[in-house]
């Protein structure tokens, strides 16, 4: 028998790996298709694609690296990771049985056609997680088996892994491929407009896009042909840089540019002075004959070192377009005239007004092909001694391209934000946790670019990167979210000292000057003396929103009772019992596990957990009712009140008062 079996074996050993083996590829079944684009019909009015799902955890992640200790920002990640959706947990990146969300999600819509495409493991469950999520969410949808109901549309769904296809036209069977529409479009967000919502516009299509990156969103609104013509003035025929913008800082706190074509203007708004006075119109007529139509208004710093620089056709130019300025400034009862200023190599306009009004000096100079104004000669000096250094402005320093830079506008924001989190659920933890994140990010751009073709709207929101400077500015990041702004002022000081020429030595400068962290240079006097007590109060303001926003949905709740019962909810009492003071102390307590067990408390389905600042209690003699809010603050004793009122009527609606009624609000 043994040299029978080891004749046998290999036929037995082959058959065990067959039988072990995956099946091997149908060579007639196509490949999966991953790109969820080649599931996009040819022909649609509204497309709406979402590679990206995973914001919430994304932020949530990047705010632990960056600033995890900070109460604030631990507070508003632990509330984000357990935010639950239906079956989702978004802050997670969990989406429910079935569901494979990280795949992406798009919605087309069409004329004749619907479709819905997103990520899924298994059909079935997959749908029923994506319709409690959308019901939770108050969406008209349903599912009955595998299909899928929207707003009563009928679209039955088939799994092609790794995406289940909805479609009203029927079970697809294969992916048609990206239509010409979609192709090389990956951003995070994607939305494709035609017909429908554009008839009766100048637009024949819009498309907005949204990216995490450099460029992190753009609408461009495509034009018909009808309306290209009105758009060709605006258009410049000459391409390369705008003039002036070799003058602009790059540690200026705002922004405003204009890169138009003047000789285009020119013929178009010229004719609308002919019946102006004699001196308007010549000014007009020097101004385009001078002006290159480019033009940027500019901050060095803080609000009281404004710039204007405007852009010449040629240096010779610049006495014309000076007169031109001097009509422009001269409101009616004041005079305008050209003096010699104090500085060498500067003039200015001096603006005289009525007996009592100040005299103001508008200092100029040219420097290069740029006329520069400005109210300090300093900064003009700057420029015409080539002292600048100048700002790195991408495409918002092209010709035809009009636009707006400010610092980052969430700078200073985040230590209210952070620091004094306002428990109303999970959106405003998740609006926290962008405002801690964007914090590392640098100036703002909005640019418009028109075309013959198209008007593009980008928005432009660096992340400054890595770089010198950055452990200190992270430092300088992390103390402001804890409420300590000398700090915060003091580290960026330094920043801004060390790394003058670092991204982040250039936003701490930027901060420093337009007053975002403060007046910590030389003042830490005043600073001690007004600015701190200034921040204190405007702490205490934001904790106000917590007694605000509660109030309203007592006031909510006990509406939705009066409803659905006939009657007013009973009184509740003063909960919690004792103040959220300790030894003159204001303190972070939250109610113990049975303070709202109360009848009334319970009958209004008011129980938050969170930390509170104010005791609430709900008076009620089954006629009007008032919701009341007490807190102290400061915990000097003096209490602070606010109520909201409501009285029930006799066909069993509830009228309101006057509003919120507060006394001695920030105690």
Known sequence: MRPMLARRLPALLSLLALACSPPAPDPQAPPPVKDILAWAPAEVDLALVVHRTTLPKDVADLAVMHFGGVPGVDAAVQTMRT?????????????????????????????????????????????????????????PVSVTGTTLS?????????????????????????????????????????????????????????????????????VQARLRPEARGALAPAVPTTQGPSRGMAQVDRANSL?????????????????????????????????????SGDLVFTFDGGFTHPVLLLGLRAPSKAPALVEALRVAATPPGFTTARVDARRPGLRALRVTGPEGTPTVDLHYAVAGDTLVVALAPADVLRRTLRQVEPAELGVLGRKGVHGLQVGNPLAGMTSAWAAEVVRAGPVQDLLTLLGTTAALRGPLSVELEPTAEAVTLRVRWPVLGVGKGRDGFLAAMR?????????????????????????????????????????????????ASVAIPAFMKYQRRAKTSEATMNLRLLFDRAVEHAHRTGRLP????????????????????????????????????????????????????GQRFTA??????????????????????????????????KKNELE
């Open 83 to 139: 935010w639950a959706l239906g079956p989702m947990i978004p802050g997670a990146g969990e989406w429910g049985p079935g569901l494979a969300l990280d795949r992406g999600l798009a919605v087309f819509m069409g004329t004749e056609q619907e479709r819905v495409v997103f990520g899924a493991r298994e059909l079935v469950p997959a749908l029923d997680s994506l319709v409690k999520a959308a019901q939770a969410a108050g969406l």
């Open 150 to 218: 929207v707003a009563g549309n009928a679209l039955p769904c088939v799994l092609h892994p790794p995406f289940a296809v909805c479609d009203s036209a029927g079970p697809q069977t294969a992916a048609p491929g990206r239509p010409a529409w979609a192709t090389g479009d990956d951003s995070d967000v994607f939305v494709r407009i035609t017909g429908g919502p554009l008839k009766g516009t100048p637009f024949e299509q819009a498309v907005i896009t949204v990216r995490d990156s450099d460029t992190p969103l753009q």
């Open 255 to 291: 922004l405003l540019k204009l890169g138009l074509d003047a000789a285009q203007l020119a013929p178009v708004l010229l004719p609308l002075t002919a019946h102006m006075p004699a001196p308007v119109k010549a000014a007009a007529e020097a101004l385009f004959a001078a002006w």
């Open 479 to 527: 103390a402001e979210m804890g409420g300590d702004q000398i700090k915060a002022t003091r580290t960026l000081v330094d920043v801004a000292a060390a790394h003058r020429g670092s991204p982040y030595g250039v936003e701490a400068t930027r901060r420093l000057a337009s007053g975002d962290a403060g007046l910590y240079v030389g003042v830490v006097g005043v600073l």
């Open 570 to 621: 009973p009184s509740a009492p003063l909960t919690p019992a004792q103040p959220a003071c300790e030894g003159g102390q204001a303190v972070d307590r939250a109610p113990a596990p049975d303070a709202w067990a109360h009848a009334a408390w319970q009958a209004l389905g008011f129980a938050p957990q969170d930390t509170l600042r104010y005791q609430y209690e709900f008076v009620s003699d």
């Open 628 to 661: 009341r809010a007490l807190g102290d603050l400061n915990c000097d004793g003096v209490r602070a009140t606010f109520e909201r009122v409501g009285e029930l009527g006799p066909d069993g609606t509830v009228s309101g008062g006057a509003g919120l009624y």
